[in-house]
């Protein structure tokens, strides 16, 4: 009878917690969706889905240097998760030869001086 006054207990608990704990507690869960292709020279394609709405995908291409002797791997990817306002955020980055680059209307931006 303890047993299931504690199980029911724990459940009321669970049931009750406030939406940050249980946004908190999904985002345990694994992949609802995974797929990822590689190459033989490093190159790949990622794309996953989670159960509390978070969606990756990344892609990681080699580019040839400026001068032609090397490869570089180029990646470029974007990001979008549900925050706990309810709000959807997108964020999309790259890495490569120019530099890295993250963009994203919540990201602040640095002012530009006139």
Do not use: C, N, W
């Not at 199980?7 to 009750?16: D, K, M, N, Q, R």
């Not at 590689?38 to 394609?45: C, I, L, T």
């Not at 959807?88 to 790259?94: E, F, L």
Request: proline residues 6%; charged residues 25%.
């Amino acid at each position: 009878m303890k047993l299931i006054f504690v199980a029911a207990l724990v459940f009321g608990v669970a049931i009750a917690a406030p939406p940050s704990v249980q946004s908190s507690r999904r985002r345990t869960m694994p992949a609802l969706q995974h797929e990822e292709v590689h190459d033989e020279f490093g190159q790949y394609a990622l794309r996953y889905v989670t159960a509390e709405g978070t969606v990756v995908s990344e892609r990681g291409r080699l580019v040839p240097t400026p001068d032609g002797r090397a490869h570089v791997l180029v990646v470029e990817g974007e990001t979008s998760y549900i925050g706990d306002d309810g709000k959807t955020y997108v964020t999309k980055y790259s890495a490569g030869l120019d530099g890295s680059r993250v963009e994203g209307a919540h990201i602040p931006v640095e002012p530009v001086e006139v």
